[in-house]
């Protein structure tokens, strides 16, 4: 099992930045690709951003590339999101989750979830 917990969720104006955590605990970190996904209210779950197990390789969504920036701490075992250039459209819960394998997008192929965060972009 692998236990995640986002934070640094809020409030921010359109065009700001926020910067958001996740903490692990449980297995062995490094042995987890990681993903950042976000759902919209009536939305599906989707793919924001993903990191391979030692950090060295990421891919985004088109949506947020340019924007965003994945990154990965494996002696604090956190993963981070660094979101600038945030639009209203940006606006969801966020969360972290953990997978065996690098590079998947689809939510179905990962195995644990944190409970997410909420950012609200507003106009």
């Known amino acids: 099992q692998v236990q995640l917990v986002e934070s640094g969720g809020g409030l921010v104006q359109a065009g700001g930045s926020l910067r958001l955590s996740c903490a692990a605990s449980?297995?062995?970190?490094?042995?987890?690709?990681m993903g950042w996904f976000r759902q919209a209210p009536g939305k599906e779950r989707d793919f924001v951003a993903g990191i391979s197990w030692g950090g060295v390789n990421t891919y985004y969504a088109d949506s947020v590339k340019g924007r965003f920036t994945i990154s990965r701490d494996n002696a604090e075992n956190r993963v981070y999101l660094q979101m600038s250039g945030l639009k209203p459209e940006d606006t969801a819960v966020y969360y972290c989750a953990a997978n065996r394998a690098y590079g998947q997008r689809l939510a179905s192929d990962y195995d644990y979830w944190g409970q997410g965060t909420q950012v609200t972009v507003s106009s």
């Open positions: 449980g297995r062995t970190f490094s042995n987890y690709a």
